[in-house]
């Protein structure tokens, strides 16, 4: 009897102790993630049961706001007091909160504030529950400035693709469009059954664009994906800066460096017109075959960077890609995409002299984003050194005390100052009387490169990045156009997108 009760009490000690492990393994350990699950409606009707923070401007004007409403949610989740069309200019950073569970852009990424449930504010929720009040959000300011968030939704018009501006001494974000956009006020709706049929709506919907031959395809993009950050294109001929930084950095070359510019360029390894590669429209670069490294970057020649990157070999081509952080995600604080590069990528292994000569170019298998092409930029403009980019300004609490505010940080220093100096003088040339004189504006001396990148089997996507003024930068940019152009002179970035970044840096300089 005495062998049995121990037996038994063994098994109830066990069980009580599987009982307490269990639990505190659920309550402790795994709260976090399950709080956060979006299956979690606990968490949903928590939130929506208080006044969540609202998300602001560089110039205090909230683009998201929390409303009281007399249903079981308390509060309704309202973005640009419900216009539709000024929500969706800033729908790809603000993202949206549905009671579905779905949480995206800064609603996710600066939730732990917008819910006032941040572990910097634990003297707020120390004082709410003592004296019992509501508990209220903090108000989350964006660097987004209004005005050249405006300026860029309006260039880009009707065009698929994204726009990105940054200030480069600094890294903070001005604009970050992206279109096709979309309302979050309908996602967000308390209507289940109206949320969750306005949620599938736009994310099944993918946006027509051109392909080689005039046939429509889709874009891989839908409207909630940001493709500043998110999406991922051949970069064209705006790689060429890097290709030219490297050369400079790595090989002691200058602008004045003569180096070979064929008609046509046989890529290594290769025989035959299969490897061979021309330059746009099979024009000429140079008749001698010889022109200096700032006029190739000048008129874009094609043939000029393949033998140039082939030069600078691999080792050097990666090295520079790595020492702009292309190859790890950002948190701006939404998560970035990564690039992709030969050799560098698992979805790139083949980092043949072939693959890397081509990338001389932005071709072959090689993907950016509008961010990092625009990064590209902004490292010219400071001299060499890439700040970090980043989204929030400032944090504050219900009481409009300072909580929190983002100090600025160099991110990487690819190249050196005089690399810097270099690359600025042949992205003025590029403007002034090369291939992207659509950025021109009166009285103001902007550096720039255009793109035009083939992207089979879709028409050419097109490119412009730059920055202003050349003397004093006061902003950096990236435009691409998805799939827009129709490898004629009339179609290319420096003909339609050059002009669209030329309106952003205005509204960025005329403040």
């Known amino acids: 009897m005495n062998a049995t009760l121990r037996?038994?009490?063994?098994?109830?000690?066990?069980?009580?102790?599987?009982?307490?492990?269990?639990?505190?393994?659920?309550?402790?350990?795994?709260?976090?993630?399950?709080?956060?699950?979006?299956?979690?409606?606990?968490?949903?009707?928590?939130?929506?049961?208080?006044?969540?923070?609202?998300?602001?401007?560089?110039?205090?004007d909230p683009i998201v706001t929390s409303v009281p409403v007399d249903d079981n949610f308390k509060y309704q989740r309202t973005y640009s007091d419900g216009d539709a069309g000024a929500a969706a200019v800033f729908a790809p950073v603000t993202g949206y909160f549905s009671i579905n569970g779905s949480i995206t852009g800064m609603e996710r990424y600066a939730n732990s504030y917008l819910a006032g449930e941040d572990d910097s504010l634990w003297l707020d929720r120390l004082?709410?529950?003592?004296?019992?009040?509501?508990?209220?959000?903090?108000?989350?300011?964006?660097?987004?400035?209004?005005?050249?968030?405006?300026?860029?939704?309006d260039a880009l018009g009707d065009n698929v693709g994204a726009a990105v501006a940054i200030n480069p001494k600094t890294g903070a974000i001005l604009a970050m469009v992206s279109k096709p956009s979309f309302d979050p006020n309908a996602l967000s709706s308390h209507d289940g059954k109206a949320a969750t049929a306005a949620a599938e709506k736009?994310?099944?919907?993918?946006?027509?664009?051109?392909?080689?031959?005039?046939?429509?395809?889709?874009?891989?993009?839908?409207?909630?994906?940001?493709?500043?950050?998110?999406?991922?294109?051949?970069?064209?001929?705006?790689?060429?800066?890097?290709?030219?930084?490297?050369?400079?950095?790595?090989?002691?070359?200058?602008?004045?460096?003569q180096i070979p510019a064929p008609n046509d360029y046989q890529l290594p390894g290769t025989t035959g017109d299969g490897g061979k590669v021309r330059n746009f429209d099979g024009e000429t670069c140079s008749t001698t075959g010889?022109?200096?490294?700032?006029?190739?970057?000048?008129i874009s020649?094609?043939?000029a960077f393949l033998g140039l990157a082939n030069t600078v070999g691999k080792d050097g081509m990666q090295q520079m890609f790595q020492d702009f952080g292309f190859t790890d995600s950002l948190e701006i604080p939404m998560t970035t995409s990564v690039g992709v590069y030969p050799g560098l990528s698992d979805s790139a292994t083949d980092d043949s002299a072939a693959r890397i000569a081509l990338s001389g170019m932005g071709q072959g298998d090689l993907r950016m984003t509008p961010l990092q092409v625009a990064m590209i930029s902004a490292a010219i403009a400071n001299d060499g050194d890439l700040m970090e980019p980043y989204l929030i300004q400032s944090v504050r609490d219900s009481d409009l005390e300072l909580v929190s505010q983002t100090k600025p940080n160099r991110?990487?220093?690819?190249?050196?100052?005089?690399?810097?100096?270099?690359?600025?003088e042949m992205m003025v040339a590029v403007v002034e009387d090369g291939s992207g004189t659509g950025a021109q504006i009166p009285g103001v001396?902007?550096?720039?490169?255009?793109?035009?990148?083939?992207?089979?089997?879709?028409?050419?996507?097109?490119?412009?990045?730059?920055?202003?003024?050349?003397?004093?930068?006061?902003?950096?940019?990236?435009?691409?156009?998805?799939?827009?152009?129709?490898?004629?002179?009339?179609?290319?970035?420096?003909?339609?997108?050059?002009p669209i970044a030329a309106q952003i840096m205005q509204a960025a300089i005329s403040k």
């Open 411 to 424: 991110y990487k220093s690819p190249f050196s100052s005089s690399t810097a100096d270099a690359l600025t």
């Open 202 to 257: 736009v994310l099944n919907a993918k946006p027509q664009v051109n392909s080689i031959g005039g046939e429509e395809r889709l874009s891989p993009y839908g409207p909630t994906i940001n493709r500043t950050i998110n999406a991922i294109y051949p970069p064209g001929s705006t790689f060429k800066l890097l290709t030219s930084a490297a050369a400079i950095e790595y090989d002691g070359m200058s602008p004045s460096t």
């Open 7 to 60: 037996r038994l009490s063994t098994v109830v000690m066990v069980m009580f102790l599987a009982l307490m492990v269990s639990t505190t393994w659920i309550q402790f350990v795994q709260a976090k993630s399950l709080n956060e699950d979006p299956r979690n409606v606990r968490g949903t009707y928590s939130a929506l049961g208080r006044d969540r923070g609202p998300i602001v401007v560089s110039n205090g």
């Open 301 to 303: 020649c094609n043939t």
């Open 290 to 298: 010889q022109m200096t490294l700032k006029d190739a970057l000048r």
């Open 127 to 153: 004082q709410n529950l003592i004296t019992g009040e509501e508990a209220q959000g903090s108000s989350v300011e964006l660097t987004i400035d209004p005005k050249v968030q405006k300026a860029a939704w």
């Open 445 to 498: 001396q902007v550096a720039g490169k255009t793109g035009t990148a083939e992207d089979d089997p879709r028409s050419p996507t097109l490119w412009f990045t730059s920055f202003a003024p050349a003397d004093d930068p006061q902003v950096a940019v990236a435009v691409v156009l998805e799939n827009e152009g129709q490898s004629t002179n009339e179609t290319t970035g420096g003909a339609l997108a050059s």
